[in-house]
T-cell receptor, first 115, second 115 residues
Framework: AQSVTQPDIHITVSEGASLELRCNYSYGATPYLFWYVQSPGQGLQLLLKYFSGDTLVQGIKGFEAEFKRSQSSFNLRKPSVHWSDAAEYFCAVALDQTGANNLFFGTGTRLTVIP | KAGVTQTPRYLIKTRGQQVTLSCSPISGHRSVSWYQQTPGQGLQFLFEYFSETQRNKGNFPGRFSGRQFSNSRSEMNVSTLELGDSALYLC??????????????FGPGTRLLVL
């Protein structure tokens, strides 16, 4: 069965430090991959998505993610974290084109940013 | 442009009752998806509607149903409420269904508490 794993429940980083949030998926074919961020009072917002092509994708707010087929991973990165990045981050996968809005979400990683 | 709106924002019901939640998508968006978010199960897909037709349905019992109106507004209904239905119910809209519309805009959610 398809699944999305975010192994880190909670990560704490210092402001200005680099960030990497891990995401692994289990699915036979190449899935359609997403990262969403959920901030209090802001709702879920799409950061970036990968369908095909260049395996390094750029998103909003300075985030990027790299798709690695060999590792079934789609890790999210940011070179320098800002205090406003504190939120919960969700990796998600859609299994096919018709179900592109039928997303399987990981359990989320809560990011705390310390000054 | 106004975002996705959901009403009511908070709701308290008792077991056995039924509840109807409403979602107004962003103007021009034709696809509406519903998700349930709980601490234990995380974010789970309920169903997606496009042009008043249900396109996809998640793994939820028949007590959960929905519909979409000609103006793209959507409602979801939960009958015979159970304690485990307590959750944040999120509505998301997108321009189109499928990959062409694979950017979900989420509303703030309706928090349902079942006593």
């Amino acid at each position: 069965a398809q699944s999305v794993t975010q192994p880190d429940i909670h990560i704490t980083v210092s402001e200005g430090a680099s960030l990497e949030l891990r995401c692994n998926y289990s699915y036979g074919a190449t899935p359609y991959l997403f990262w969403y961020v959920q901030s209090p009072g802001q709702g879920l917002q799409l950061l970036l998505k990968y369908f095909s092509g260049d395996t390094l994708v750029q998103g909003i707010k300075g985030f990027e993610a790299e798709f690695k087929r060999s590792q079934s991973s789609f890790n999210l990165r940011k070179p320098s974290v800002h205090w406003s990045d504190a939120a919960e981050y969700f990796c998600a996968v859609a299994l096919d084109q018709t179900g592109a809005n039928n997303l399987f979400f990981g359990t989320g990683t809560r990011l705390t940013v310390i000054p | 442009k106004a975002g996705v709106t959901q009403t009511p924002r908070y709701l308290i019901k008792t077991r056995g009752q039924q509840v109807t939640l409403s979602c107004s998508p962003i103007s021009g968006h034709r696809s509406v998806s519903w998700y349930q978010q709980t601490p234990g199960q995380g974010l789970q897909f309920l169903f997606e509607y496009f042009s008043e037709t249900q396109r996809n349905k998640g793994n939820f019992p028949g007590r959960f149903s929905g519909r979409q109106f000609s103006n793209s507004r959507s409602e979801m209904n939960v009958s015979t409420l159970e304690l485990g239905d307590s959750a944040l119910y999120l509505c998301a809209s997108s321009l189109e269904a499928g990959l062409a519309g694979a950017k979900l805009y989420f509303g703030p959610g309706t928090r349902l508490l079942v006593l």
